[in-house]
């Protein structure tokens, strides 16, 4: 158990919606990170954030945001959904943005888009 | 931006046997080099990592190697056991002060009693 925790496990839901994907990361860690894995497109960096503020983005879709909140859990919004956002979502956490630190990955959320 | 390609994509050993993966990165400045570990239906699990200041470090049966010359690193399993048995990424982070993970494809690792 790497002490990241990741709620819902798993989520359905038709094109067109918008979910909401929770993390809560190891006690002490400030930095959360979200990655998108999905056959295609192996494990991909989404979103970093630091204490509150956005600290690094990669290939997140703009129907994508992501917050963390004061007490440091984050959530990830997908809205609009398609398909081929079908995928597992994992979100990890670190003590500090830098210099590089370990990441110790949640469980995931399942999202299947039907 | 970074790219870590992994090889191979499957690998099948015998019980007791070694295995190797092997990955490649572009960026120059990746200074940090995890290895991740996931089995069916869970997260990715930290293995092992290395920073570029170090050439070589061992973890009970694990040992992760890193070239900074030909920009490559490896992992390395000893007496595997069918427990290993799992899907292997390797990563480095983006520029010297970075701590975006980019990953490689992964290796499907099959130990057979």
């Known amino acids: 158990d790497s002490g990241v925790t990741q709620t819902p496990k798993h989520l359905i839901t038709a094109t067109g919606q918008r979910v909401t994907l929770r993390c809560s990361p190891r006690?002490?860690?400030?930095?959360v990170y979200w990655y998108q894995q999905s056959l295609d497109q192996g494990l991909q960096f989404l979103i970093q954030?630091?204490?509150?503020?956005?600290?690094a983005k990669g290939n997140i879709l703009e129907r994508f945001s992501a917050q963390q909140f004061p007490d440091l859990h984050s959530e990830l919004n997908l809205s609009s959904l398609e398909l081929g956002d079908s995928a597992l979502y994992f979100c990890?956490?670190?003590?500090?943005?830098?210099?590089?630190?370990?990441?110790?990955f949640g469980p995931g959320t399942r999202l299947t888009v039907t | 931006g970074e790219n870590v390609e992994q090889h191979p994509s499957t690998l099948s050993v015998q019980e007791g046997d070694s295995a190797v993966i092997k990955c490649t990165y572009s960026?120059?400045?990746?200074?940090?080099f995890p290895w991740y570990k996931q089995e069916l239906g869970k997260g990715p699990q930290l293995i092992i990592d290395?920073?570029?200041?170090?050439g070589e470090k061992k973890d009970q049966r694990i040992a992760v190697t890193l070239n900074k010359t030909a920009k490559h690193f490896s992992l390395h399993i000893t007496e595997t056991q069918p427990e290993d048995s799992a899907v292997y990424f390797c990563?480095?982070?983006?520029?010297?002060?970075?701590?975006?993970?980019?990953f490689g494809g992964g290796t499907r690792v099959l130990v057979k009693p």
């Open positions: 990890a956490s670190s003590p500090s943005p830098g210099p590089p630190y370990e990441q110790y």
């Open positions: 960026d120059s400045a990746s200074n940090y």
């Open positions: 954030y630091y204490n509150g503020e956005e600290r």
């Open positions: 006690s002490g860690d400030l930095s």
């Open positions: 990563a480095a982070n983006l520029g010297a002060a970075g701590n975006k993970l980019t």
């Open positions: 290395i920073r570029s200041n170090v």
